[in-house]
């Protein structure tokens, strides 16, 4: 069972350029999201999906867009990178109300310079 | 908003028993999770508090006090494989229940 699977792994963007975030989920599970976690510091919700075919915003949403695609697929894009948005992003999914917590994917490492 | 405060950094020796506390300020609080993080992976959940007392999970017990906007994780018979970061993070319902994060606390066991 591979959970939440995240394409790349690791990136390296130029200042203005722009990428896609793939994410995946086998699970089943409505409710998907996408964090960024920087340094010493907690996840910071970016966007999230409560359902096929709705997405919302986070607290962090400013420089990015979603795509829910369908079910399965979560993606996150950055239009035009800046060095601020160099961290490490995470895509998460879970049942809408379900007391388990989310299922976190292995997260991109992404380095804008 | 939301605010989550926990300690930046505990150290613990193998063998012993480490809390780690959480307090929160948020409005529309459902519950309180908690994750753990190893260095270079992805957070992995623990333990999540909708009702005020204490849940045990194996070695993990997590405890939830609502008047008190607080809680903690109570790791037990601590070994080397639980230094990590753990992450409190609070479930909250603004049109859609969604989790908030503190900052972590880094656990280091030592020998």
């Known amino acids: 069972n591979a959970g939440v699977t995240q394409t790349p792994k690791f990136q390296v963007l130029k200042t203005g350029q722009s990428m896609t975030l793939q994410c995946a989920q086998d699970?089943?599970?409505?409710?998907m999201y996408w964090y960024r976690q920087d340094p010493g510091m907690g996840l910071r919700l970016i966007y999230y999906s409560a359902s096929e075919g709705t997405t919302d915003k986070g607290e962090v949403p400013n420089g990015y867009n979603v795509s829910r695609l369908n079910k399965r697929e979560f993606s996150l894009r950055l239009e035009s990178a800046a060095p601020s948005q160099t961290s490490v992003y995470f895509c998460?999914?879970?049942?809408?109300?379900?007391?388990?917590?989310?299922?976190f994917g292995s997260g991109t490492r992404l380095t804008v310079v | 908003g939301q605010s989550l405060e926990q300690p930046s950094e505990v150290t613990a020796v193998e063998g012993a028993i480490v809390q780690i506390n959480c307090t929160y300020q948020t409005s529309g609080f459902y519950g309180l999770s908690w994750y753990q993080q190893h260095d270079g992976g992805a957070p992995t959940f623990l333990s999540y508090?909708?009702?005020?007392g204490l849940e045990e999970t194996g070695r993990f017990s997590s405890f939830l006090s609502r008047s008190d906007s607080y809680g903690y994780l109570l790791l037990q018979e601590l070994q080397m494989k639980d230094s990590a970061s753990y992450f409190c993070?609070?479930?909250?319902?603004?049109?859609?229940?969604?989790?908030?994060f503190g900052s972590g606390t880094k656990l280091n066991v030592k020998p």
């Open positions: 998460a999914s879970s049942e809408t109300m379900s007391n388990y917590g989310y299922t």
């Open positions: 993070a609070v479930r909250v319902w603004h049109n859609f229940n969604k989790f908030y």
């Open positions: 508090n909708a009702l005020d």
């Open positions: 699970m089943n599970h409505n409710s």
